[in-house]
Protein backbone atom coordinates (compact mmCIF):
# COMPACT_ATOMS: atom_id res chain seq x y z
CA UNK A 1 0.00 0.00 0.00
CA UNK A 2 2.88 2.33 1.19
CA UNK A 3 4.86 1.65 -1.97
CA UNK A 4 1.70 2.56 -4.28
CA UNK A 5 1.07 5.56 -2.62
CA UNK A 6 4.65 6.84 -3.12
CA UNK A 7 3.83 6.03 -6.84
CA UNK A 8 1.01 8.17 -7.20
CA UNK A 9 2.78 10.86 -5.18
CA UNK A 10 5.66 11.21 -8.28
CA UNK A 11 2.94 10.75 -10.79
CA UNK A 12 1.43 14.13 -9.42
CA UNK A 13 4.93 15.69 -9.14
CA UNK A 14 5.60 14.91 -12.57
CA UNK A 15 2.04 16.70 -14.36
CA UNK A 16 0.80 13.33 -15.13
CA UNK A 17 -3.13 14.14 -16.52
CA UNK A 18 -4.64 10.79 -14.96
CA UNK A 19 -7.14 10.59 -12.68
CA UNK A 20 -6.53 7.65 -10.21
CA UNK A 21 -8.59 5.99 -7.29
CA UNK A 22 -7.46 4.83 -4.70
CA UNK A 23 -8.57 3.04 -2.09
CA UNK A 24 -7.12 4.57 1.13
CA UNK A 25 -9.69 3.67 3.57
CA UNK A 26 -12.82 5.09 1.42
CA UNK A 27 -11.08 8.66 0.56
CA UNK A 28 -9.81 8.52 -3.00
CA UNK A 29 -6.86 10.42 -4.16
CA UNK A 30 -7.55 12.77 -7.49
CA UNK A 31 -5.07 13.87 -9.31
CA UNK A 32 -6.42 17.37 -11.35
CA UNK A 33 -6.25 17.60 -15.23
CA UNK A 34 -4.67 20.96 -15.02
CA UNK A 35 -2.72 21.38 -18.52
CA UNK A 36 -6.10 20.07 -19.89
CA UNK A 37 -8.47 22.54 -18.02
CA UNK A 38 -6.17 25.71 -18.77
CA UNK A 39 -6.47 24.11 -22.40
CA UNK A 40 -10.77 24.14 -22.38
CA UNK A 41 -10.55 27.45 -20.67
CA UNK A 42 -8.77 29.02 -23.38
CA UNK A 43 -10.67 27.68 -26.58
CA UNK A 44 -13.98 27.87 -25.00
CA UNK A 45 -13.21 31.85 -24.26
CA UNK A 46 -12.34 31.91 -27.71
CA UNK A 47 -15.42 30.32 -29.44
CA UNK A 48 -17.40 31.84 -26.83
CA UNK A 49 -18.15 35.01 -29.77
CA UNK A 50 -18.25 32.55 -32.29
CA UNK A 51 -21.51 30.96 -30.41
CA UNK A 52 -22.52 34.32 -29.45
CA UNK A 53 -23.07 35.85 -32.95
CA UNK A 54 -24.24 32.19 -34.42
CA UNK A 55 -27.52 33.20 -32.42
CA UNK A 56 -30.71 34.82 -34.33
CA UNK A 57 -31.35 36.94 -30.62
CA UNK A 58 -27.81 38.18 -30.54
CA UNK A 59 -28.74 39.92 -34.00
CA UNK A 60 -31.54 40.94 -33.13
CA UNK A 61 -30.02 42.73 -30.28
CA UNK A 62 -27.48 44.33 -31.99
CA UNK A 63 -29.93 45.78 -34.81
CA UNK A 64 -32.32 47.38 -32.05
CA UNK A 65 -29.26 48.75 -30.49
CA UNK A 66 -28.42 50.45 -33.74
CA UNK A 67 -32.44 51.47 -34.14
CA UNK A 68 -32.09 53.23 -30.97
CA UNK A 69 -28.99 54.80 -31.14
CA UNK A 70 -30.54 56.80 -33.81
CA UNK A 71 -32.22 58.98 -31.51
CA UNK A 72 -30.31 58.60 -28.10
CA UNK A 73 -26.93 59.34 -29.96
CA UNK A 74 -24.63 56.87 -27.80
CA UNK A 75 -21.00 57.83 -29.24
CA UNK A 76 -18.53 60.36 -28.99
CA UNK A 77 -16.23 62.61 -31.54
CA UNK A 78 -12.41 61.52 -31.95
CA UNK A 79 -10.18 64.45 -32.75
CA UNK A 80 -13.16 67.25 -32.17
CA UNK A 81 -12.44 70.84 -32.14
CA UNK A 82 -14.98 73.38 -31.95
CA UNK A 83 -13.28 75.85 -34.31
CA UNK A 84 -14.52 73.42 -36.83
CA UNK A 85 -18.48 72.85 -35.05
CA UNK A 86 -19.16 76.54 -34.66
CA UNK A 87 -19.46 76.73 -38.51
CA UNK A 88 -21.16 73.74 -39.45
CA UNK A 89 -19.09 70.87 -39.99
CA UNK A 90 -18.89 67.66 -38.82
CA UNK A 91 -15.95 68.11 -36.32
CA UNK A 92 -14.86 64.93 -35.54
CA UNK A 93 -14.51 61.25 -36.11
CA UNK A 94 -17.22 59.53 -35.40
CA UNK A 95 -17.28 56.62 -32.54
CA UNK A 96 -20.70 54.73 -31.70
CA UNK A 97 -23.28 52.53 -30.52
CA UNK A 98 -23.70 51.97 -34.29
CA UNK A 99 -20.39 51.87 -35.23
CA UNK A 100 -19.54 48.08 -32.58
CA UNK A 101 -23.29 47.13 -33.63
CA UNK A 102 -22.37 46.96 -36.84
CA UNK A 103 -18.95 45.58 -36.38
CA UNK A 104 -20.58 42.81 -34.36
CA UNK A 105 -23.81 42.34 -37.30
CA UNK A 106 -20.73 42.02 -39.98
CA UNK A 107 -18.99 39.86 -37.84
CA UNK A 108 -22.13 37.55 -37.64
CA UNK A 109 -22.79 37.78 -40.86
CA UNK A 110 -19.09 36.10 -41.71
CA UNK A 111 -19.62 33.49 -39.09
CA UNK A 112 -22.65 32.48 -40.84
CA UNK A 113 -21.05 32.72 -44.37
CA UNK A 114 -17.94 30.52 -43.52
CA UNK A 115 -19.78 28.17 -41.03
CA UNK A 116 -22.79 26.91 -44.12
CA UNK A 117 -20.94 25.78 -46.84
CA UNK A 118 -24.86 26.31 -48.28
CA UNK A 119 -25.76 29.24 -48.15
CA UNK A 120 -29.56 30.08 -47.98
CA UNK A 121 -28.64 33.47 -49.03
CA UNK A 122 -30.06 35.67 -51.93
CA UNK A 123 -27.82 35.16 -55.03
CA UNK A 124 -27.45 38.83 -55.88
CA UNK A 125 -26.94 41.78 -53.27
CA UNK A 126 -28.69 45.01 -52.97
CA UNK A 127 -25.69 47.08 -53.34
CA UNK A 128 -26.93 50.33 -54.64
CA UNK A 129 -25.29 51.88 -57.54
CA UNK A 130 -26.03 55.61 -56.80
CA UNK A 131 -24.87 55.23 -53.25
CA UNK A 132 -21.62 53.57 -54.22
CA UNK A 133 -20.91 56.68 -56.86
CA UNK A 134 -22.00 59.03 -54.06
CA UNK A 135 -19.25 57.52 -51.75
CA UNK A 136 -16.67 57.33 -54.73
CA UNK A 137 -17.18 60.96 -55.53
CA UNK A 138 -16.72 61.72 -51.70
CA UNK A 139 -13.74 59.81 -51.64
CA UNK A 140 -12.48 61.68 -55.29
CA UNK A 141 -13.10 65.29 -53.04
CA UNK A 142 -10.43 64.27 -50.53
CA UNK A 143 -7.62 65.15 -53.36
CA UNK A 144 -9.31 68.49 -53.75
CA UNK A 145 -9.86 69.10 -50.31
CA UNK A 146 -7.98 72.02 -48.35
CA UNK A 147 -8.45 70.28 -44.57
CA UNK A 148 -8.51 66.27 -45.95
CA UNK A 149 -9.03 65.41 -41.85
CA UNK A 150 -12.58 67.08 -42.34
CA UNK A 151 -13.27 65.29 -45.71
CA UNK A 152 -12.16 62.10 -43.71
CA UNK A 153 -14.19 62.64 -40.64
CA UNK A 154 -17.62 62.94 -43.54
CA UNK A 155 -15.79 59.81 -45.50
CA UNK A 156 -15.73 57.67 -42.50
CA UNK A 157 -19.06 58.78 -41.61
CA UNK A 158 -21.10 57.70 -44.76
CA UNK A 159 -19.29 54.30 -44.68
CA UNK A 160 -20.37 53.21 -41.94
CA UNK A 161 -24.30 54.37 -42.96
CA UNK A 162 -23.34 52.32 -46.41
CA UNK A 163 -22.75 49.36 -44.62
CA UNK A 164 -25.80 49.83 -42.21
CA UNK A 165 -27.86 50.18 -45.39
CA UNK A 166 -26.29 47.30 -46.74
CA UNK A 167 -27.18 44.72 -43.41
CA UNK A 168 -30.75 46.05 -43.39
CA UNK A 169 -31.71 46.07 -47.32
CA UNK A 170 -30.04 42.25 -47.57
CA UNK A 171 -30.53 40.14 -44.29
CA UNK A 172 -34.02 42.30 -43.40
CA UNK A 173 -35.84 38.70 -44.95
CA UNK A 174 -39.35 38.28 -43.70
CA UNK A 175 -42.30 39.74 -42.40
CA UNK A 176 -42.04 39.28 -38.76
CA UNK A 177 -38.50 41.13 -39.21
CA UNK A 178 -39.49 43.81 -40.94
CA UNK A 179 -42.17 44.39 -37.77
CA UNK A 180 -39.31 43.92 -35.42
CA UNK A 181 -37.69 46.90 -37.25
CA UNK A 182 -40.59 48.98 -37.52
CA UNK A 183 -41.65 47.98 -33.55
CA UNK A 184 -38.04 49.34 -32.71
CA UNK A 185 -38.31 52.07 -34.69
CA UNK A 186 -41.50 53.67 -33.07
CA UNK A 187 -40.27 52.49 -29.88
CA UNK A 188 -37.31 54.88 -30.29
CA UNK A 189 -39.54 57.68 -31.74
CA UNK A 190 -41.58 57.37 -28.52
CA UNK A 191 -38.63 57.68 -26.09
CA UNK A 192 -37.36 60.83 -28.11
CA UNK A 193 -40.64 62.02 -27.79
CA UNK A 194 -41.34 62.00 -24.20
CA UNK A 195 -37.73 63.38 -23.46
CA UNK A 196 -38.59 65.99 -25.71
CA UNK A 197 -42.02 67.21 -23.96
CA UNK A 198 -40.45 66.44 -20.89
CA UNK A 199 -37.29 68.94 -21.33
CA UNK A 200 -40.29 71.45 -22.93
CA UNK A 201 -42.07 71.32 -19.37
CA UNK A 202 -39.08 71.11 -16.95
CA UNK A 203 -35.86 73.89 -16.92
CA UNK A 204 -33.31 71.26 -17.67
CA UNK A 205 -30.62 73.07 -19.54
CA UNK A 206 -28.40 71.93 -22.43
CA UNK A 207 -25.54 69.50 -21.61
CA UNK A 208 -24.23 65.95 -20.80
CA UNK A 209 -26.45 63.81 -18.80
CA UNK A 210 -24.54 60.53 -18.18
CA UNK A 211 -23.90 59.35 -21.81
CA UNK A 212 -26.44 61.13 -23.48
CA UNK A 213 -26.06 65.06 -24.96
CA UNK A 214 -29.42 66.98 -24.20
CA UNK A 215 -30.52 70.20 -26.42
CA UNK A 216 -32.32 72.84 -25.33
CA UNK A 217 -32.34 76.00 -27.32
CA UNK A 218 -34.11 78.71 -25.22
CA UNK A 219 -35.34 82.06 -27.09
CA UNK A 220 -33.70 85.34 -26.44
CA UNK A 221 -37.22 87.05 -25.70
CA UNK A 222 -38.57 84.67 -23.64
CA UNK A 223 -41.28 81.85 -25.03
CA UNK A 224 -41.18 78.22 -25.14
CA UNK A 225 -37.81 76.71 -26.02
CA UNK A 226 -36.94 75.29 -29.03
CA UNK A 227 -36.11 71.62 -27.96
CA UNK A 228 -33.55 69.42 -30.16
CA UNK A 229 -34.10 66.45 -27.40
CA UNK A 230 -31.25 63.88 -27.32
CA UNK A 231 -30.67 64.05 -31.13
CA UNK A 232 -28.83 67.64 -31.83
CA UNK A 233 -30.26 70.15 -32.87
CA UNK A 234 -34.40 71.43 -33.05
CA UNK A 235 -34.13 71.26 -36.75
CA UNK A 236 -33.13 67.81 -36.65
CA UNK A 237 -35.13 66.59 -34.13
CA UNK A 238 -37.98 67.94 -36.02
CA UNK A 239 -36.74 65.81 -39.56
CA UNK A 240 -36.20 62.39 -37.44
CA UNK A 241 -40.24 62.99 -35.30
CA UNK A 242 -41.57 64.01 -39.04
CA UNK A 243 -40.46 60.85 -40.83
CA UNK A 244 -41.38 58.52 -38.19
CA UNK A 245 -44.63 59.91 -37.78
CA UNK A 246 -45.54 59.61 -41.48
CA UNK A 247 -44.36 55.83 -40.53
CA UNK A 248 -46.92 55.87 -37.63
CA UNK A 249 -49.67 56.84 -39.47
CA UNK A 250 -49.30 54.09 -42.01
CA UNK A 251 -49.13 51.64 -39.60
CA UNK A 252 -52.86 52.91 -38.73
CA UNK A 253 -53.83 51.18 -42.27
CA UNK A 254 -51.93 48.00 -42.52
CA UNK A 255 -52.92 44.75 -41.56
CA UNK A 256 -50.33 44.75 -38.13
CA UNK A 257 -51.02 42.90 -34.57
CA UNK A 258 -53.46 45.46 -32.76
CA UNK A 259 -50.34 46.13 -30.07
CA UNK A 260 -48.90 47.83 -32.77
CA UNK A 261 -51.19 50.01 -33.80
CA UNK A 262 -51.54 50.96 -30.26
CA UNK A 263 -47.81 51.47 -30.39
CA UNK A 264 -48.18 53.65 -33.53
CA UNK A 265 -51.48 55.73 -32.02
CA UNK A 266 -49.38 56.42 -28.98
CA UNK A 267 -46.23 57.82 -31.34
CA UNK A 268 -48.82 60.10 -33.30
CA UNK A 269 -49.91 61.54 -30.12
CA UNK A 270 -46.89 62.25 -28.30
CA UNK A 271 -44.54 62.96 -31.09
CA UNK A 272 -46.95 65.16 -32.71
CA UNK A 273 -46.55 67.12 -29.62
CA UNK A 274 -42.77 66.69 -29.62
CA UNK A 275 -42.65 67.97 -33.40
CA UNK A 276 -44.38 70.97 -32.44
CA UNK A 277 -41.99 71.66 -29.32
CA UNK A 278 -38.90 71.75 -32.17
CA UNK A 279 -40.51 74.88 -33.68
CA UNK A 280 -38.83 73.46 -36.57
CA UNK A 281 -41.44 75.07 -39.56
CA UNK A 282 -39.24 72.51 -42.13
CA UNK A 283 -40.14 69.52 -40.10
CA UNK A 284 -43.60 70.99 -39.99
CA UNK A 285 -43.60 71.62 -43.92
CA UNK A 286 -42.13 67.80 -44.45
CA UNK A 287 -44.88 66.20 -42.19
CA UNK A 288 -47.38 67.96 -44.01
CA UNK A 289 -46.14 66.93 -47.35
CA UNK A 290 -45.69 63.41 -46.43
CA UNK A 291 -49.08 62.83 -45.09
CA UNK A 292 -50.51 64.68 -48.14
CA UNK A 293 -49.26 62.45 -50.11
CA UNK A 294 -49.84 59.03 -47.60
CA UNK A 295 -53.64 60.21 -47.25
CA UNK A 296 -54.27 61.01 -51.54
CA UNK A 297 -52.32 57.55 -52.04
CA UNK A 298 -54.64 55.64 -50.16
CA UNK A 299 -57.61 57.40 -50.82
CA UNK A 300 -56.96 56.65 -54.61
CA UNK A 301 -56.49 53.02 -54.22
CA UNK A 302 -58.40 52.03 -51.45
CA UNK A 303 -60.66 54.11 -50.51
CA UNK A 304 -60.33 53.58 -46.67
CA UNK A 305 -62.76 54.30 -44.14
CA UNK A 306 -62.97 57.91 -42.35
CA UNK A 307 -62.39 56.14 -39.04
CA UNK A 308 -58.71 55.90 -39.28
CA UNK A 309 -57.69 59.62 -40.20
CA UNK A 310 -60.67 61.08 -38.47
CA UNK A 311 -58.53 59.61 -34.97
CA UNK A 312 -55.30 60.50 -36.42
CA UNK A 313 -56.24 64.12 -37.31
CA UNK A 314 -57.70 64.40 -34.05
CA UNK A 315 -54.52 63.15 -32.42
CA UNK A 316 -52.59 65.77 -33.85
CA UNK A 317 -55.05 68.78 -33.30
CA UNK A 318 -55.68 67.70 -29.73
CA UNK A 319 -51.28 68.51 -29.55
CA UNK A 320 -51.42 71.19 -31.43
CA UNK A 321 -54.10 73.45 -29.62
CA UNK A 322 -52.34 74.08 -26.53
CA UNK A 323 -48.91 75.89 -28.69
CA UNK A 324 -51.61 77.31 -31.03
CA UNK A 325 -50.59 81.06 -30.12
CA UNK A 326 -46.67 79.66 -30.26
CA UNK A 327 -47.15 78.12 -33.75
CA UNK A 328 -48.42 81.03 -34.86
CA UNK A 329 -45.69 83.42 -34.12
CA UNK A 330 -43.22 80.83 -35.22
CA UNK A 331 -44.53 80.71 -38.87
CA UNK A 332 -46.07 84.69 -38.82
CA UNK A 333 -43.83 86.62 -36.58
CA UNK A 334 -40.47 88.11 -37.03
CA UNK A 335 -37.78 85.38 -36.78
CA UNK A 336 -34.81 87.52 -36.64
CA UNK A 337 -33.80 87.43 -40.40
CA UNK A 338 -33.27 83.19 -39.53
CA UNK A 339 -35.10 82.44 -42.76
CA UNK A 340 -34.26 85.37 -44.82
CA UNK A 341 -30.57 84.72 -43.36
CA UNK A 342 -30.66 81.83 -46.11
CA UNK A 343 -30.39 83.73 -48.96
CA UNK A 344 -27.21 84.84 -49.05
CA UNK A 345 -25.62 81.85 -47.85
CA UNK A 346 -27.15 79.99 -50.76
CA UNK A 347 -25.54 82.49 -53.21
CA UNK A 348 -22.38 82.14 -51.42
CA UNK A 349 -22.85 78.24 -52.78
CA UNK A 350 -23.08 79.51 -55.99
CA UNK A 351 -20.27 81.23 -56.18
CA UNK A 352 -18.50 78.12 -54.58
CA UNK A 353 -19.70 75.83 -57.43
CA UNK A 354 -18.97 78.13 -60.25
CA UNK A 355 -15.01 77.70 -59.18
CA UNK A 356 -15.33 74.44 -58.07
CA UNK A 357 -18.37 72.63 -60.62
CA UNK A 358 -16.70 69.06 -61.11
CA UNK A 359 -15.21 67.85 -58.28
CA UNK A 360 -16.34 70.85 -55.29
CA UNK A 361 -13.87 72.09 -52.67
CA UNK A 362 -13.93 68.63 -51.00
CA UNK A 363 -16.30 67.29 -48.79
CA UNK A 364 -16.98 68.27 -45.41
CA UNK A 365 -14.48 72.13 -46.34
CA UNK A 366 -17.83 74.41 -46.89
CA UNK A 367 -17.08 75.96 -43.75
CA UNK A 368 -13.16 75.88 -44.27
CA UNK A 369 -13.45 77.38 -48.48
CA UNK A 370 -16.12 80.02 -47.63
CA UNK A 371 -14.18 82.51 -46.08
CA UNK A 372 -12.45 83.38 -49.43
CA UNK A 373 -16.00 84.05 -50.42
CA UNK A 374 -17.76 86.27 -48.05
CA UNK A 375 -19.36 89.62 -48.94
CA UNK A 376 -20.04 92.22 -47.07
CA UNK A 377 -23.70 90.97 -46.63
CA UNK A 378 -22.85 88.02 -44.90
CA UNK A 379 -19.96 90.17 -42.75
CA UNK A 380 -22.57 91.13 -41.01
CA UNK A 381 -25.01 88.82 -40.97
CA UNK A 382 -25.17 84.86 -40.43
CA UNK A 383 -22.13 83.01 -41.62
CA UNK A 384 -22.46 79.10 -41.56
CA UNK A 385 -22.69 76.13 -43.73
CA UNK A 386 -25.54 76.63 -46.27
CA UNK A 387 -28.65 75.69 -45.19
CA UNK A 388 -29.40 73.52 -48.48
CA UNK A 389 -28.22 69.55 -49.00
CA UNK A 390 -28.28 69.47 -52.12
CA UNK A 391 -26.48 72.82 -52.40
CA UNK A 392 -23.71 71.83 -49.82
CA UNK A 393 -23.39 68.07 -51.73
CA UNK A 394 -22.88 70.00 -55.44
CA UNK A 395 -20.53 72.32 -53.54
CA UNK A 396 -18.17 70.26 -51.65
CA UNK A 397 -18.51 66.78 -54.00
CA UNK A 398 -19.21 68.51 -57.84
CA UNK A 399 -22.06 67.63 -59.69
CA UNK A 400 -21.49 63.58 -59.83
CA UNK A 401 -21.64 63.84 -56.49
CA UNK A 402 -24.91 65.84 -56.41
CA UNK A 403 -26.72 63.95 -59.49
CA UNK A 404 -25.57 60.45 -57.43
CA UNK A 405 -27.14 61.41 -54.28
CA UNK A 406 -30.11 62.33 -56.61
CA UNK A 407 -30.18 58.90 -58.04
CA UNK A 408 -30.13 57.24 -55.02
CA UNK A 409 -33.06 59.64 -53.68
CA UNK A 410 -35.38 59.09 -55.99
CA UNK A 411 -34.38 55.29 -56.67
CA UNK A 412 -35.82 54.99 -52.82
CA UNK A 413 -39.32 56.54 -53.85
CA UNK A 414 -39.34 54.59 -56.74
CA UNK A 415 -38.70 51.30 -54.43
CA UNK A 416 -40.91 52.31 -52.21
CA UNK A 417 -43.91 53.56 -54.92
CA UNK A 418 -43.18 49.83 -56.29
CA UNK A 419 -43.91 48.24 -52.83
CA UNK A 420 -47.27 50.22 -52.64
CA UNK A 421 -48.51 49.30 -55.89
CA UNK A 422 -48.00 45.39 -54.32
CA UNK A 423 -51.20 45.54 -52.50
CA UNK A 424 -49.95 43.64 -49.63
CA UNK A 425 -52.12 44.43 -46.75
CA UNK A 426 -48.98 44.47 -44.42
CA UNK A 427 -45.73 45.79 -46.03
CA UNK A 428 -47.51 48.45 -49.06
CA UNK A 429 -49.35 50.94 -46.16
CA UNK A 430 -45.50 50.80 -44.51
CA UNK A 431 -43.90 50.87 -47.06
CA UNK A 432 -45.78 54.27 -48.69
CA UNK A 433 -45.17 55.69 -45.31
CA UNK A 434 -41.61 55.61 -45.62
CA UNK A 435 -42.15 56.64 -49.18
CA UNK A 436 -44.21 59.53 -48.02
CA UNK A 437 -41.33 60.64 -44.86
CA UNK A 438 -38.89 60.29 -47.45
CA UNK A 439 -40.01 62.65 -49.88
CA UNK A 440 -40.60 65.00 -46.65
CA UNK A 441 -37.06 64.53 -45.79
CA UNK A 442 -36.59 65.74 -49.95
CA UNK A 443 -38.34 69.06 -49.28
CA UNK A 444 -36.74 69.78 -45.78
CA UNK A 445 -33.57 69.26 -47.17
CA UNK A 446 -34.47 72.45 -49.44
CA UNK A 447 -33.53 74.53 -46.17
CA UNK A 448 -30.97 72.51 -43.98
CA UNK A 449 -27.69 71.14 -43.70
CA UNK A 450 -28.53 67.23 -43.59
CA UNK A 451 -25.35 66.04 -42.71
CA UNK A 452 -25.43 65.02 -39.31
CA UNK A 453 -25.35 61.25 -38.00
CA UNK A 454 -28.97 61.32 -36.76
CA UNK A 455 -30.43 62.57 -39.45
CA UNK A 456 -28.25 60.17 -42.24
CA UNK A 457 -28.67 57.00 -40.44
CA UNK A 458 -32.42 57.41 -40.18
CA UNK A 459 -32.70 58.21 -43.97
CA UNK A 460 -30.48 55.30 -45.34
CA UNK A 461 -31.76 52.72 -42.54
CA UNK A 462 -35.01 53.32 -43.97
CA UNK A 463 -33.94 53.45 -47.44
CA UNK A 464 -32.36 49.94 -46.56
CA UNK A 465 -35.81 48.81 -45.14
CA UNK A 466 -37.49 49.43 -48.35
CA UNK A 467 -35.38 47.31 -50.60
CA UNK A 468 -35.49 44.80 -48.14
CA UNK A 469 -39.67 45.02 -48.06
CA UNK A 470 -39.24 45.01 -51.92
CA UNK A 471 -37.84 42.27 -52.20
CA UNK A 472 -39.68 40.27 -49.50
CA UNK A 473 -42.59 41.38 -51.99
CA UNK A 474 -41.11 39.97 -54.88
CA UNK A 475 -39.75 36.59 -53.22
CA UNK A 476 -43.22 35.80 -51.52
CA UNK A 477 -46.14 37.39 -52.23
CA UNK A 478 -49.12 38.13 -49.04
CA UNK A 479 -51.02 35.44 -50.82
CA UNK A 480 -48.09 32.70 -50.02
CA UNK A 481 -47.35 33.72 -46.78
CA UNK A 482 -48.49 31.93 -43.81
CA UNK A 483 -47.62 34.80 -41.38
CA UNK A 484 -50.25 37.39 -43.32
CA UNK A 485 -53.07 35.34 -41.45
CA UNK A 486 -51.90 36.44 -38.23
CA UNK A 487 -51.59 40.01 -38.43
Known sequence: MNTRMVEDLRRQRSGSAEILQRTSGEFPIVVPRRAEVRCSSIVLLLLTPYLVLRREYVQKILLAIVILDIPLQLGTHLFYRDADAVFGALAGLSISATTIALLGLYLSWFIQTTGNRISNSRQSMNVNVPLLCYLAFTALSLFVAQDIRLSFFELFLLVQMYLL????????????????????????????????????????????????????????????????????????????????????????????????????????????????????????????????????????????????????????????????????????????????????????????????????????????????????????????????????????????????????????????????????????????????????YMVHQTVDIFHDRAVTQLLWFVAGLLFAVHDILRVQPAALDPFSSIT
Open 165 to 440: FLYVANFVRTREEVLFVVSFLLIGCLIESVVVVALAFSDWPSGLWGPIHLRVDAQPHGGWSRIGGTIGSPNEAGAYLSLLLSLAVSLLFSDTPRKCKWLAAGVIGVGGTALILTFSRGAWLSFLAAIALLYVSLWRQNRPSLKIPIVAIAILLISYLPFRNAVEDRLLADDNGSAQSRLPLMNLAFRMISDHPLLGVGSNNFSTVMEGYVTRELQRGFLYTVHNKYLLVWTEVGVGGLLAYLAFLFGVLRKGWACWKSNDPLLAPLALGITAGSLG
